[in-house]
């Protein structure tokens, strides 16, 4: 059982190298060694190649600020594409450039959806709806009371009418 533990923790570490190199960034190699010399060198010499691709890589990202940290590159190469970002995204929702994005266009539909309220308010509040004109100023073919001759039912409007 003892003998079993060296192998198993071998195989371990060997299939993180492994999984590690394969999911890194080509410009970002240790040692400005390519990607498949890594991996064939991981595979060709199990231990040796596991362990030396991870302490150049953990070395490499400590000098370049932590993984995914600023200037990445590693060894005296400059960041391609100026100042490098995190590669790990925002860290907080009012840092995301999307969310920010999606909350004023959120913000906008209400202020629009609000407008509209109030014009709709004000249009009822003056006895229109929908952009049409009140009920007093249709035209009709009836002239209605007090209009051209027409007798009112109400006594005070015809004084001299009998009731």
């Known amino acids: 059982m003892t003998r079993l533990v060296p192998l198993v923790v071998a195989v371990g570490v060997i299939a993180f ?11 970002k190699m240790p040692a400005r060694i390519p990607k498949g010399i890594w991996i064939v060198l991981i595979l060709v010499l199990p231990v040796v190649g596991a362990v030396g691709w991870l302490l150049l890589s953990r070395m ?15 060894g005296s ?18 840092d995301d450039p999307e969310f920010l994005a999606r909350l004023e266009a ?6 629009r959806e609000r407008r509209q309220r109030e014009r709709d308010a004000e249009r009822e509040g003056r006895g229109t709806t929908n952009g049409s004109t009140p009920d007093d100023e249709r035209p009709t073919d009836d002239p209605g009371p007090g209009a051209g001759g027409g007798v009112s039912a109400d006594p005070h ?7």
């Open 77 to 94: 190469r400059p960041p391609r594409g100026g100042p490098s970002r995190p590669s790990r995204g925002p860290v907080a929702p009012d």
């Open 157 to 163: 409007e015809n004084p001299g009418s009998p009731a």
């Open 60 to 74: 490499q990202a400590g000098r370049a600020g932590g993984p995914g940290g600023p200037g990445g590159s590693g």
């Open 106 to 111: 959120d913000r906008r539909r209400r202020e």
């Open 17 to 27: 190298a492994l999984i590690d190199c394969a999911r890194s960034d080509a410009e």
